[in-house]
């Protein structure tokens, strides 16, 4: 197998490929104006850059100069709106992207970056974060938990559980996947 390097260019390209056979979960439509991958691809750009005014300065400057970062830097080629984004990728699974986590995880390991990250006689350690990242006493889904407060009133949640592999002195932690979180293979240890 060809050994993944790792570079934006070549991340953006393989979560391209990715995007490519995601299903688009709109009914078609005439009025489908934003193409999925669009909408994908800004969201990402967004949480790429830490910037949630990204694509608003973007909209901004295209309509100013004719140009924009968006565009030029992730192919953004229609600059959606961030309801426009969640209205349509709240539908889509967060699993058709983990080939892209699994894809960046080899990527690293690949070219070394990982080895900053072992400790204790070459093992990684594990940081797990839990976080609620969706409450509401009116709005729920089939996959909901659901919590019931003294007063009688239910109000239903996502949450999430992130791992991340962390280092002393290594300032960016690494995403992971939790296929490469396996107890009985003795290489990482909960913190
Ligand atoms: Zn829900």
Known sequence: MEEPRLSFALMLSYLNRVLERVSDPRQPSNAQRYHLRDLVLGAFAVFYLQCP??????????????????????????????????????????????????????????????????????????????????????????QCSQRTHTSGQVSYHHDVILPVIVAPGQEPVISLMPEFIRPQDGAQKQV
Not at 123 to 130: A, H, I, K, N
């Open 53 to 142: 005014s990204f694509l608003e300065h973007q909209r901004q400057m295209q309509s100013r100069h004719g140009h924009n970062n968006a565009q030029r830097l992730f192919g953004v080629m229609t600059i959606p709106t961030p309801n426009q984004i969640k209205n349509v990728v709240d539908g889509v699974s967060a699993a058709v992207l983990l080939p892209v986590f699994r894809w960046v995880y080899q990527a690293l390991a690949a070219q070394g970056f990982l080895t900053a990250y072992e400790v204790l006689d070459g093992q990684r350690l594990v940081g797990l974060d839990g976080t609620e990242y969706f409450s509401s006493a009116a709005i729920h889904c089939d």
